[in-house]
């Protein structure tokens, strides 16, 4: 299967990009990286269709090319190892760093006789892993391997094909998922590639709108975050998901709305495509890909894509009509002589209605499990009304239905959103640190300073230390602490500590709640040496006065 696009086609839109002008960049690019000698290649991009045209001309060039999973200072050094040469479609701090835009524009000879389909099947492209269940680790794929996981894709996802399908992303390109869906998929079927990666929902209800037929690419998180009964999708015709457990429950709910479902994709950096579903409970794997189990059940697979056989880490239930994920061997665990899924135990708590997310584990420093959840609007309004220990309660009943006992996590730690990175993981490192710190300040989330005026805004803690004991049936932050919370600022504004002498017209007039949007005002009046606080919540004032300050 060659590339699905004619010459009167568009490659992209915003600004429109038509395939002659696409191919000429091609040629360009490899031109000008066959005459500097390049072997190998840094991509930062945050455009798919110039990433897109930027692996196509190194395929054609046979050069090396490095995807980095973010920008962290370990990312760059790594790729820092190897590259001759940074491409990238935006400014970033790299010396050797060029931009696309700027990379190559002044070739004009250049032979484009050649197909485009025709490049060199055994270039590198590596991949070096976020490290999020692990030490990270660099993955080898060559061109010819990552082509033909997207034409597999192609032949088993049933998604129509022509240059009227546009593909809309929510994950990065950076990552495997994202370059075999929004990169390889869209060249393999003469899609139009959304040039960026979509944060929110109303911005995928509006990319996809503005396209006659629309194919979206996400992760259960995104998805499970649209509102699918209000946002309009018109012309979607597909959705594919990956990146983490897509509960049954949600896929059900979104193909009520949208009248057909989801396409569940399996994978993994090493071995690429390994499954789908589509509407069903079990997986089937792919064409031409043989699987099978070791001895501790975890699934091998060998595929036309693969160099050879690639054993993962997830263990799985074989039956004659498909197989059933039952979780990673790491997050599969003996407690009290008994062996617990917890992605198991995940997912049948994330179908609690108190519930928005959940990651569970075995804590740090006890021999019980603990678990890290979020919970959503119905949660926190419980949180509120009737406090933490309520709400744990409620979430143990709840799982005592499936789980035996010592499946039921001992310690909990609330929020209202947990922090998965782009491809819907959870760091063990961030779970451990939420079930070993304690949170005693506010979530700080922006300030602002003009002349003498500071003002923070951020959020109450759900699992507020000081919410517990006295408070645990009607948690409120209490008076104490907000001031401790302005004390704390102080310095912050100064640049150093400063002598209090007194605070007068302390006033504390609202109750601070869970999850309250906060605001702290600091205004400085210099002549009178005194600090006046103002801490409030939707507009309206928890704690003010004045502090007095030494005359120094």
């Not at 979206?216 to 457990?245: E, H, K, N």
Request: glycine content about 6%.
């Amino acid at each position: 299967m060659g590339l699905g696009y004619l010459a009167t086609d568009y490659v992209a839109q915003n600004p429109s990009w038509t395939y002659p002008d696409f191919k000429l960049r091609v040629w360009q690019i490899a031109h000008q990286l066959r005459s500097q000698n390049v072997n190998t290649v840094a991509l930062w991009f945050e455009d798919g269709a110039k990433l897109a045209c930027t692996l196509l001309a190194c395929w054609h060039a046979n050069v090396r090319t490095l995807c980095l999973p973010n920008l962290t200072q370990e990312s760059v050094q790594w790729a820092e190892q190897y590259a001759d040469l940074w491409l990238t479609d935006k400014s970033i701090e790299i010396e050797q760093a060029v931009v696309f835009d700027q990379f190559a524009t002044e070739v004009q000879n250049v032979d484009q006789n050649r197909p485009l389909r025709a490049f060199y099947p055994h270039t590198e492209l590596w991949l070096k892993t976020s490290g999020s269940t692990g030490k990270p680790k660099t993955i080898v794929k060559t061109a010819q391997q990552l082509w033909r996981n997207a034409e597999v894709c192609a032949s088993v996802f049933g998604f129509p094909a022509g240059n009227d399908v546009s593909a809309v992303c929510t994950v990065s390109i950076q990552h495997l998922y994202g370059l075999i869906c929004q990169i390889m998929l869209p060249l393999v079927l003469g899609w139009q590639i959304e040039r960026k990666q979509q944060f929110f929902p109303e911005n995928v209800a509006q990319a996809c709108g503005s396209a006659k037929k629309s194919v979206l690419i996400s992760s259960p998180t995104m998805l499970a975050s649209i509102q699918w009964q209000r946002l309009a999708f018109p012309s979607l015709v597909g959705i594919v998901s990956a990146g983490g457990l897509l509960a049954d429950q949600l896929s059900k709910a979104i193909q009520q709305q949208i009248g057909f479902a989801v396409t569940d994709f399996y994978g993994s950096t090493e071995a690429g495509a390994i499954a789908y579903r589509q509407g069903s409970t079990l997986w089937q794997s792919m064409p031409t890909a043989k699987i099978g189990v070791d001895e501790r059940s975890a699934l091998w697979i060998e595929a036309d894509w693969l160099a050879g056989r690639e054993q993962s880490e997830d263990v799985i239930a074989l039956y004659a009509t498909g197989f059933e994920i039952l979780g990673r061997t790491d997050r599969m665990i003996k407690l009290g002589d008994k062996r617990l899924s917890l992605a198991g135990i995940e997912q049948s708590l994330r179908l609690n209605s108190l519930v928005s997310d959940c990651y569970i584990g075995q804590h740090p420093e006890k021999q019980r499990l603990a678990c890290w959840l979020a919970l959503n609007e119905n949660g926190i309004e419980m949180f509120r009304e009737q406090g933490r220990k309520a709400v744990i309660e409620a979430l143990k009943a709840f799982l005592a239905q499936t789980q035996e006992k010592i499946g039921i996590p001992r310690f909990w730690r609330f929020t209202d959103t947990l922090p998965r990175n782009s491809q819907s993981k959870i760091s063990y490192l961030a779970f451990e640190s939420a079930c070993l710190q304690k949170q005693r300040e506010p979530i700080w989330q922006s300030e602002t300073r003009v002349d003498n005026v500071h003002i923070w805004r951020g959020k109450v803690p759900i699992d507020l230390i000081y919410f517990r004991g006295h408070f645990s049936n009607f948690p409120l932050v209490p008076g104490v602490v907000e001031l401790q919370w302005v004390m704390d600022k102080i310095p912050a504004f100064f640049g150093q500590e400063k002598i209090v002498q007194r605070i007068d017209n302390l006033k504390f007039q609202k109750f601070l709640r869970p999850n309250d949007e906060i605001e702290l005002n600091l205004v400085w009046d210099k002549d009178k040496q005194r600090m006046k606080f103002l801490l409030k919540t939707a507009d309206e004032p928890c704690a003010s006065g004045l502090v007095i300050f030494s005359d120094e």
